[in-house]
């Protein structure tokens, strides 16, 4: 472990006062940061950014990542965890190129970033030096959901703060360049500033639910597919609320990036497949979808062709995001705010009566322990890992091969339970589990990893023991990359690929000054599970746990 640990305390709520005069553009700029409680600032710091970073006031925090894929990791995470955008300071081009893969999973998870990205000095940007960053503003393409390189250096504290707002209303990354020189020019008093703050509308539009309730009214056996703009507690709430008026099953869409709806509610049906054969087939004897919170339909492989679900099928969409409204195979989607939306429809909505009097799905049982010689299987791991949880701890998923079974066997209760990657890119989970612990500290949280996912940003481990983050990340080590393994099965064909069965992620989280364990037997299994999960609320101190699991 390492001997220095820095104990993460969440910063002060930001002040309501309007910015005074300022000596320099940096001046201005933390007075900004201040007012939309931007505060903690997640970075991995280069030339081109010590200019703002060098003597940060008292009330900053500078939490460091070895890596930017880290850094913007951790920073989604706890963007997530406290629904605000959180601050993220980048290095040029090579800072920036590295974060893009985490940009992009921000993006896809509605993870609200304010990303301020160095730059060589505007008085010889023009010659090219060393570490100039070409056309920066533009590096990340379409992810950022608001990009900026400021006309002047007196209008970096207003680019500043209108990206908090553009972060906030996305629920996306916003980024802003800002040339390393600008930072000591003076101020202006008068330059432009977005509004301190802003007020959205929160009631959805009457008629338009009254459409929605006439089209779903129509049909016979409605049911309901689920996405992660739900999870919230109000959204919880309305999405009940919704199921139960219909009386209609609930189902959560295929790769969800959180979970929509509570797991242990008798209506929950249990997660879509993404086959378009098979979502059919699931849906077949529904004759009208609600689609709550996301788009109809996500799909993944063409598979084969033909449209996701039978037809004839009438299908609705609900959801806070005109991207996904728009990219829906629906006959009717209505854009407005999911849990005044929910409220308003439950109340024009024709009650049916239809009560389930048990779950419509079953969990599996535990497996027996494996016999002599066997290796552990992941339902060994998330079995014994299901049994130990309190209702309201966090799961962080990363494990493709093994996250149906994880999906199977441990129902999410608790809004904002279950958090993954939302892109398929690998490297969201190991810094993510350790930024919404940072944001969430008083509830435990657990990151199930593969090993192939875990090597993608390993030097998360090292912040997490640097700032005493209680995060327990469990590795499922089966020395390969199984889920592409197994599409390269189902082809036919031989992988190209090696595995990577010496791997030693425990050597390396020491090498990190992180606490790590292996685990082989059933028995060390169930020890280390009753050691590291036993008050999960309480670790300050977080743990790498590698289980050796059979494919």
């Known amino acids: 472990m390492s001997s220095t640990i820095e104990r993460f305390s969440p910063p002060a709520p930001p002040g309501g006062a309007a910015p005074g005069p300022h000596a320099t553009v940096r001046d201005a700029a933390l007075e900004v940061m201040r007012r939309h409680g931007l505060t903690t600032i997640f970075g991995n710091p280069g030339s081109t950014e010590v200019a703002f970073l060098v003597d940060l006031p008292e009330d900053f925090r500078f939490v460091l990542g070895l890596h930017e894929g880290s850094v913007v990791g951790m920073a989604s995470g706890y963007a997530l965890a406290r629904g605000e955008p959180s601050f993220v300071n980048l290095h040029t081009a090579p800072g920036l190129g590295n974060a893009i893969n985490a940009i992009a999973n921000a993006r896809d998870s509605r993870a609200p970033l304010v990303v301020v990205v160095g730059q060589q000095d505007r008085?010889?940007?023009?010659?090219?030096?060393?570490?100039?960053?070409?056309?920066?503003?533009?590096?990340?393409?379409?992810?950022?959901?608001?990009?900026?390189?400021?006309?002047?250096?007196?209008?970096v504290p207003g680019a500043i703060a209108r990206a908090y707002h553009e972060a906030k209303a996305a629920m996306g990354p916003a980024l802003?360049?800002?040339?390393?020189?600008?930072?000591?020019?003076?101020?202006?008093?008068?330059?432009?500033?977005?509004?301190?703050?802003?007020?959205?509308?929160?009631?959805?539009?009457?008629?338009?639910?009254?459409?929605?309730?006439?089209?779903?009214?129509?049909?016979?056996?409605?049911a309901i597919v689920v996405g992660g703009a739900t999870d919230t507690p109000e959204g919880w709430a309305g999405a009940v609320a919704v199921a139960e008026r219909l009386g209609a099953p609930v189902w959560q869409e295929p790769f969800c990036r959180r979970a929509g709806f509570p797991q242990d509610h008798p209506l929950f049906a249990g997660q879509?497949?993404?086959?378009r054969r098979l979502l059919r087939e699931t849906l077949a004897g529904h004759d009208g979808l609600l689609v709550l919170g996301t788009s109809a339909f996500k799909l993944y492989l063409l598979d084969e062709p033909g449209p996701p679900v039978a037809p004839g099928t009438r299908v609705a969409v609900l959801t806070d995001d005109p991207a996904?409204?728009?990219?829906?195979?629906?006959?009717?989607?209505?854009?407005?705010?999911?849990?005044?939306?929910?409220?308003g429809l439950v109340r024009v909505l024709r009650a049916r009566d239809r009560t389930p009097s048990a779950p419509l799905r079953a969990r599996p049982p535990a497996p027996p322990p494996p016999a002599a010689g066997e290796p552990l299987r992941p339902g060994h791991v998330l079995a014994a890992l299901a049994e130990r949880l309190e209702p309201d701890t966090v799961i962080v998923e990363e494990s493709p091969s093994s996250r149906p079974e994880l999906l199977a066997r441990i129902p999410i209760r608790t809004p904002l339970g279950f958090v993954t990657c939302a892109n398929g890119g690998l490297g969201f989970g190991l810094p993510g589990a350790v930024g919404v612990r940072l944001g969430l500290p008083d509830r435990g949280v657990v990151a199930v990893l593969g090993d192939?996912?875990?090597?993608?940003?390993?030097?998360?481990?090292?912040?997490?023991?640097?700032?005493?983050?209680?995060?327990?990340?469990?590795?499922m080590a089966n020395g390969a990359?199984?889920?592409?393994?197994?599409?390269?099965?189902?082809?036919?064909?031989?992988?190209?690929?090696?595995?990577?069965?010496?791997?030693?992620l425990c050597q390396v989280a020491r090498g990190f000054g992180c606490s790590a364990v292996h685990v082989e037997t059933h028995e060390q299994l169930l020890q280390t599970f009753d050691e590291v999960l036993a008050d999960l609320r309480g670790r300050r101190e977080p743990?790498?746990?590698?289980?050796?699991?059979?494919v």
């Open 543 to 550: 743990v790498l746990v590698e289980v050796a699991v059979g």
């Open 272 to 275: 879509l497949p993404w086959q």
């Open 176 to 222: 802003v360049v800002v040339p390393m020189g600008d930072w000591a020019e003076p101020a202006e008093p008068l330059a432009p500033l977005p509004p301190a703050r802003v007020s959205r509308a929160m009631a959805a539009d009457a008629v338009a639910l009254a459409e929605l309730a006439e089209l779903l009214d129509a049909v016979q056996r409605p």
């Open 481 to 504: 990359y199984e889920a592409m393994d197994a599409q390269a099965r189902q082809r036919g064909g031989r992988a190209p690929w090696p595995g990577f069965g010496e791997l030693d």
């Open 123 to 155: 008085r010889q940007l023009v010659l090219e030096p060393f570490l100039s960053g070409r056309a920066l503003e533009r590096v990340a393409g379409e992810y950022p959901v608001w990009s900026s390189l400021p006309v002047r250096p007196q209008d």
């Open 324 to 343: 996904e409204a728009h990219r829906s195979l629906a006959e009717l989607a209505v854009v407005a705010p999911l849990a005044s939306a929910c409220e």
């Open 452 to 475: 192939g996912a875990a090597t993608y940003t390993i030097q998360g481990v090292w912040s997490a023991a640097r700032y005493g983050v209680g995060v327990v990340w469990i590795v």
